[in-house]
């Protein structure tokens, strides 16, 4: 589905196109964005793990800038894959990181595509195809 089609001329008098597309897969998208950045399937399988706190995922995650981790946890939250869960301390109130339920089924849907997929044997055999006329 295509939206919000717009044609400007720009300073010089060439035609530019501000071309702007929705369609119903935008948190999909942005989802798919995050994932393929550096560090962020770790953080989601280390909070599969168990809850964790910012600091230990900060020294986990020692490659990681620290602005890199907030910025992707920050997302994560936004994208409704993780949460903060308040915990109490001593000292103060704090929080730890854990997976909704929509990050539960994409850790579930990960889990899965990594296993092996055996074929059974009548789909694994290739059949030649006979192309000469009798």
């Known amino acids: 589905m295509y939206n919000n089609i717009n044609n400007k001329n720009d300073k010089n008098n060439t035609r530019s196109s501000n071309i702007s597309i929705t369609h119903p897969y935008g ?4 989802l798919s964005r995050i994932i393929g950045l550096e560090g962020t399937m770790k953080i989601l399988y280390l ?3 168990e809850a964790r706190r910012y600091k230990d995922l900060d020294i986990t995650l020692e490659k990681l800038s620290q602005t890199s981790l907030s910025r992707r946890l920050k997302r994560l939250q936004t994208l409704n894959v993780i949460k903060q869960k308040p915990i109490r301390s001593k000292k103060r109130d704090t929080h730890e990181y854990i997976l909704t339920l929509r990050g539960e089924k994409l850790m579930t849907f990960f889990q899965e595509y990594e296993k092996e997929i055996t074929l059974p044997s009548e789909q694994q055999k290739i059949t030649e195809i006979n192309t000469n006329s009798s």
């Open 27 to 30: 948190k999909s998208q942005e």
């Open 47 to 49: 909070i599969e793990e």
